[in-house]
């Protein structure tokens, strides 16, 4: 079976996200068929059988995930979206929710369905204004239509969804950080276990999943658990939408089976690195992952394969960069993001990401020892795993890989007095901010 | 396995141990001697698990698990001081250290600083950050509290303690990463009640009192564990003084009383104690008596009254009651009632800590020596008594803070005797024209028990430092004027009288100073067999 894609085989048309459009392609019947004729179990145990997992960044199986919620609970429990996509060199979730709003909307009836859950909440980007506004008319949309709300499609399944804009924050994106900040609280990750399918939301059980994950539901559906596994490698099939941003011909959002090599996904989709100029570094899964060198490109482009070759699939959002790229200006560029970020609970993360990019910019303007490059490793392993949410390890892993793998880069620098950006800008001051140090 | 559900058999540093289940590793492993360091954890509040400090390597995880919050289980195994949990801490106490100011020379903390502590056993010798350290605000929260940012280390103690104990919510954290900081909203200063124990549980000098700033060196003040006079709940505290003089109040823990807080009321009510209206020395008809005089002055009024009444404090300890008690006895024909001053307003919070509305710390105590009616019937009987001019010679216990007497009324009354003894903290007109006016002591000077609210006698000790020249306590004076009545060979100890008092009183019996020890112990527990023991202590 050749692959079709599922997110973006319309987006270039006029219209492509109204529900006139949607349903003129068959939209909502999957949803249809899960109200009316699926039971809830079954439908758990397909999305199980499928395999299909979560593609927000941990990809974690979506239909364990599910069953982690409790059957019998007298709360309601609560779905919660995270559309809070925010991770550098990501940008997929945003295409979903601009063009095809109606196919995450089906994904969400049909986990709500699964679940038994009557509320769903869509936490997304606040810098999203289009997305979101996209995403409400097509909820009043649904809800004018009967989709949503008291009788979804006809059926006597309640469900009501809300979107929640997020006010800027990348913490808001890990889950409990999101759920706290639904709750109206300063957006911080919570102590877990409780995890959220047992206490959640509200303290309510909560699903968690991303805009992706939920998006692929009526596929699954649609050719069932067996057809589904078909596409891309047997330990985490799918189809898959790739970030490529940075220096490549053509960036953009690519629609591929899951497991294409990184390689082929450069050279081919997204037209090569720029300028005819050569590969140096490329970053696969957003900035949290580890760098892979030129060298490290021909792997395939799945949670395993990357894994294997240490870093990981993350959110897809692959960062190219070409040989003229300073890794000491990509480190701190990548660490400034990271001590902008922290929500400043734990305090490996909150001293030891403000430390990285203090000592990043120090090698960058000239004040450089040898010494820091040991140091930045031994921080970064001294703020791995010690932490209530992944922050500081998604700091650390692209800090130490990008000074081990690009050692080079940093000695010249601080040979060099500076990146060599900051040399050409301040020749004459070469060496000069390493006298203070 | 265990034989019984409730407890847990697990392996502590590679001991075998057995605790209830449902513990924290944190707890259990205190139980079995192990202490495990912290900073954002405080037994009072909730966990927030945000400080790592208490990582320790466990058998059921990659990485290594905080102890606060991780439960113990059957089977688990945990390391203590394995390189992964030394690490941990290490690592821990590196990174609190980059940005703090360590200005420990001028800061008010050091000494009882929880940091200065871990730093000393778990920190590195030096740092390896060259950097500039980050630089946050400092400044007033409140008319008490100010906040020093850049040596805060964001453990939100003091904001968990602000939304769950005192339920005013006031402080929260601003800012992100490593300019976090504690702060209040614009306009809504911390000032509650119980503000100043933000100070308390702040484990570094970020939140420091305005009141004891830059006053002492902690670790050059005495400490006496004694219990606060502010109303009838009895607060625990430890009293800290600076060659003589009270710098600051503490609350103590017992979690039957006041677990691990006291009130600002009860922290900052001590400067009566140095008050210019503080009587320092007894005056017989204008004249001045010497401290080893007084009782012999006592004397001289007391055996030539033809009827005596004695008008007691609500302040007073047990053992200054039975004394006036069986001076009271001895004269025959004396009555003796009790003053109570207003009552004050009840605060409760949502954490449990009571403000009581009774502010007497010691009128159940009175009630149990002098009679339930004291403060009542006896009180009335006096009253009409020094009206109608029938009192020949009283004696007046005006005690407290002082400033205002015994209180409009009985000021007027005690003008009515024919001979008046005052024994008063403070100046004042209950002073004008009395025959005798004997320097009492004040709430924090007492050597003795109080009972409190709920029937439960503790000891308040007295912060008088005993090399200072002070005047004698009343419990000298009226022993003093038993000798001289040929009622007692020499004064003993307050632990002496007390024990003449379990002798004599119902409500006291079994019960001795030893046995109350720093907690003290409600009257109706009883400790068993213990009736020999207390004389000298």
Redesign the interface.
């Known amino acids: 079976m050749s692959f079709r894609k599922i997110f973006t085989p319309y987006i270039h048309e006029d219209k492509c996200h109204s529900l006139k459009f949607y349903q003129s392609k068959g939209g909502y019947e999957q949803a249809r068929k899960a109200l009316n004729d699926w039971q809830p179990d079954d439908l758990i145990e397909t999305v199980k059988a499928a395999n299909l997992r979560g593609r927000g960044g941990a990809g974690f199986p979506t239909g364990v995930k599910w069953g982690f919620v409790p059957k019998q609970v007298d709360k309601p429990k609560y779905l919660a979206v995270n559309a809070d996509e925010s991770e550098p060199g990501t940008f997929k979730d945003r295409l979903i929710m601009e063009k095809n709003p109606h196919l995450l909307l089906e994904g969400i009836i049909i986990c709500c369905k699964a679940v038994g859950i009557h509320h769903a909440y869509i936490y997304i980007r606040g810098e999203f204004v289009f997305g979101a506004n996209r995403l409400q008319n097509a909820i009043d949309r649904a809800y004018s239509e009967g989709i949503l709300g008291e009788n979804c499609l006809g059926s006597d399944f309640k469900l009501d969804v809300t979107v929640h804009r997020g006010a800027g924050a990348y913490i808001c994106g890990e889950e409990t950080g999101m759920l706290t900040s639904i709750e109206g609280d300063r957006g911080q990750p919570k102590l877990k276990p409780p995890f959220p399918a047992v206490e959640g939301l509200f303290g309510c059980p909560t699903v968690v999943n991303n805009v992706e994950t939920l998006a692929n539901l009526p596929y699954i559906l649609e050719i069932g658990a067996e057809e589904y596994r078909k596409i891309g490698p047997e330990n985490s099939p799918g189809p898959k939408l790739f970030c490529v941003s940075g220096h490549v011909e053509k960036p953009g959002v690519f629609e591929l089976p899951m497991g294409v090599s990184l390689r082929t996904l450069i050279d081919e989709h997204a037209g090569g690195v720029w300028k005819g100029r050569k590969l140096k570094a490329v970053i696969p899964g957003g900035s949290s992952a580890h760098v892979l060198t030129a060298d490290e490109c021909d792997v395939a482009m799945d949670i395993e394969s990357l894994a294997a070759a240490g870093t990981m699939l993350g959110s897809a959002g692959v960062i190219v960069m070409d040989e003229t790229t300073c890794m000491v200006d990509a480190l701190l560029n990548i660490m400034r993001f990271y001590h902008h970020e922290s929500c400043g609970q734990c305090t490996p993360c909150r001293e030891g990401t403000g430390w990285l990019e203090k000592i990043a910019h120090r090698i960058a303007v000239g004040g450089g020892r040898i010494e820091d490059l040991d140091l930045v490793t031994e921080v970064c392993d001294r703020m791995v795993g010690k932490t209530i949410c992944a922050l500081a390890d998604a700091a650390a892993f692209p800090a130490e890989s990008i000074v081990k793998k690009f050692r080079e880069d940093f000695v010249a620098a601080i040979e060099n007095g500076g990146s060599p950006a900051w040399v050409k800008r301040h020749p004459a001051n070469t060496g000069g901010a390493a006298a203070h140090v | 396995m265990s034989d019984s559900n409730s407890t847990v058999r697990w392996t502590l540093n590679g001991t075998e141990v057995e605790n209830e289940a449902g513990m924290t590793i944190m707890e259990a492993a205190k139980v079995h001697g192990v202490d495990i360091p912290q900073f954002c954890y405080h037994p009072g509040l909730s ?7 208490c ?1 320790v390597e466990s058998n059921r995880s ?3 698990v905080i102890s606060c ?1 991780e439960r113990i289980a059957e089977g688990l195994e945990i390391k203590t001081q394995s390189e992964v949990a030394v ?2 801490r290490n ?2 106490m ?3 250290l ?2 703090h100011p360590l200005d420990c020379p001028v800061c008010d903390k050091a000494g009882e600083c929880v940091l200065q502590d871990h730093s000393y056993e778990h920190g590195p010798d030096r740092s ?5 350290k ?1 630089i946050r605000h400092t400044k007033e929260l409140g008319p008490t509290i100010d906040i020093w940012g850049n040596r805060c ?2 453990c939100t103690r003091c904001v968990r303690f602000c939304d769950e104990i005192s339920g005013t919510g006031e402080l ?2 601003v ?6 900081v504690v702060d209040v909203f614009p306009g809504v200063p911390i000032d509650n009640s119980l503000a100043g124990n933000t100070v308390d549980i702040c484990p570094v000098g970020a939140l420091i009192s305005s009141d004891f700033k830059y006053e002492a060196r902690v670790w050059n003040m005495d400490k006496t564990s004694s219990v606060c006079g502010g109303c009838s709940r009895g607060c625990n505290v430890e009293v800290e003084t600076l060659d003589g003089f009270v710098k600051r109040l503490t609350p103590r823990e017992n979690l039957d009383v006041n677990d691990w807080w006291m009130c600002d009321h009860g922290r900052y009510g001590w400067r009566h104690l140095y008050a210019d209206s503080r009587l320092e020395s007894a005056q017989h008809d204008g004249q001045a008596v010497s401290p080893t005089g007084t009782s012999g002055a006592l004397h001289q009024l007391l055996s030539s009254s033809s009827s005596t009444a004695f008008l007691v404090d609500p302040y007073m300890t047990c053992e200054e009651l039975h004394l006036v008690r069986s001076i009271a006895n001895s004269l025959g024909g004396s009555t003796i009632a009790g003053w109570l001053p207003a009552a004050g307003t009840e605060e409760t919070f949502p954490g449990g800590f009571k403000i009581s509305a009774d502010k007497h710390p010691n009128r159940k105590g009175a009630e149990h020596v002098l009679g339930s009616d004291l403060f009542t019937a006896s009180a009335d009987q006096l009253k009409s008594a020094l009206s109608n001019g029938s009192i020949d010679t009283l004696v007046a216990f005006v005690g407290g803070d002082g400033f205002e007497g015994a209180g409009g009324e009985w000021n007027d009354l005690i003008s009515k005797a024919g001979k008046r003894i005052v024994f008063a903290t403070q100046q004042g007109s209950w002073c004008d024209g009395a025959d005798l006016v004997v320097p009492a002591t004040a709430p924090l000077e007492k050597e003795g028990v109080w009972v409190n609210e709920d029937d439960r006698a503790q000891r308040t000790r007295s912060c008088r430092s005993l090399t200072s020249n002070h005047f004698p306590s009343e419990l000298v004076v009226l022993q003093e004027l038993q000798v001289h009545m040929d009622l007692r060979n020499r004064p003993l100890s307050a632990a002496g009288i007390f024990r003449e008092l379990s002798e004599t009183s119902d409500a006291f019996s079994g019960h001795s100073h030893s046995g109350l020890g720093d907690s003290g112990s409600p009257l109706s527990q009883r400790p068993a067999a213990m009736s020999s023991e207390g004389g000298h202590s």
């Open positions: 966990i927030a698990g945000n400080c790592r400090i990582m990659p990485k290594p919050s690490d941990a690592s821990v590196e990174f609190q980059i940005n390896r950050f060259v950097e500039d980050n280390i964001v929260c954290v800012e992100r990463g490593d300019r976090s």
